[in-house]
């Protein structure tokens, strides 16, 4: 805002008037918005706040007193910290870790593919019951990635959910079916990074 | 990967020779990263999830048991799910909400400004005692923004802290300054949104 030879009066006069137009803008835009469904949400991106971001979402549904289902395709992904709120709301909250380790730590394909396939028909049970508000696929993504399970097969089961269920995947290398298919898509782009100045990973933040 | 003309059991010995390699790589890193410090974390962009995964690492934060602060710049930012949450962990965290509604809803510099240093106020208390291992600023960029608080003066105020305490620093156009001094930033990039079809805002996804 240029605001040199302006007095605070005319300064704060022209902050209103400009606040008032943004406020009439979005209210139109608001009343436009009517239509209410199940959203296939996105985090893909090499940055952090994938899975965080999607934990958020879990934690806003669990406040909502919503039932969620977490079905998690790479184990120990989520650490201490989340597992410690998760298991407060136990009677809301329905995970399956499915997953065997890291794809890189466990080294054997035959046995990663077994535990997605075991992952996805969770999903699918998860997705045919209407109580289940928000159904979280955590690094699906990297199943699909590594085409441990069928792209196609997964937009087919997606499609076929409960038409109220919102359904979150997270992962960096979201496939461009996937994005074709989603509603919303948040692409996490890392711009700094600590690690690059040696500071380890660190509770509360890292896991 | 190209696997025609590969056996089932040559693809999967090349899979776990593959991912051998990457995890030697992983570890090797991992290995030099010893430094321990309260990060200057920064979400901003225009896509969606900033708060959401901020909201993320105070949930993840409070499953350690640590002591969490949360000032809001932008009244109303966070919404019934959030609260419902916050209100279970209510011995664990302190919650300041200073603003008084979003700057184009009020139409009163003068009293965003006036909110805004309350707000930053709030927020330097947190940053003096070491038991605050979180400080998470919602919307402190949209206050910068509007120069409503100099950014060398919150600059000053955020190197001055408790070297343990991590701070999170939410919302869209943060300045360079900013992400200069910033440890982590990761800029959140809506690739696709539902408003675009005329979905509405729903429980649990937008509040």
């Given amino acids: 805002m240029k605001t040199e030879g302006m007095t605070e009066d005319?300064?704060?006069?022209r902050h209103a008037e400009k606040m008032a137009k943004k406020k009439a803008a979005r209210d139109?835009?608001?009343?436009?918005?009517?239509?209410?469904?199940?959203l296939l949400i996105v985090h893909t991106g090499k940055g952090k706040g994938k899975s965080t971001a999607a934990f958020g979402l879990?934690?806003?549904?669990?406040g909502h007193g919503f039932r969620v289902g977490i079905v998690q395709f790479v184990k120990g992904r989520w650490e201490t910290g989340e597992r410690a709120?998760?298991?407060?709301?136990?009677?809301?909250?329905?995970?399956?870790?499915?997953?065997e380790g890291f794809t890189w730590e466990t080294q054997d394909r035959q046995r990663d593919i077994a535990a997605a396939r075991a992952a996805w028909e969770a999903a699918k049970e998860?997705?045919?019951?209407?109580?289940?508000?928000?159904?979280?696929?955590?690094?699906?993504?990297?199943?699909?990635?590594?085409?441990?399970?069928?792209?196609q097969e997964v937009l087919?089961?997606?499609?076929?959910?409960?038409?109220d269920n919102h359904v979150v995947i997270t992962g960096r290398n979201a496939k461009d079916e996937l994005i074709e298919a989603a509603d919303l898509v948040?692409?996490?782009?890392?711009?700094?990074?600590?690690?690059?100045?040696?500071?380890?990973?660190?509770?509360g933040i890292e896991f």
């Fill in 10 to 13: 005319e300064i704060n006069a």
């Fill in 28 to 38: 139109k835009i608001l009343a436009t918005k009517t239509l209410q469904k199940g």
């Fill in 58 to 62: 879990v934690m806003r549904a669990l």
């Fill in 85 to 99: 709120i998760l298991d407060k709301f136990a009677d809301q909250v329905t995970i399956r870790t499915m997953g």
């Fill in 126 to 151: 998860m997705f045919k019951d209407p109580a289940y508000r928000l159904v979280l696929l955590d690094e699906l993504n990297i199943v699909l990635r590594y085409d441990y399970l069928d792209i």
């Fill in 156 to 163: 087919q089961g997606l499609a076929e959910r409960h038409p």
């Fill in 186 to 203: 948040t692409e996490m782009t890392m711009i700094k990074h600590p690690f690059r100045d040696g500071v380890k990973a660190q509770a």
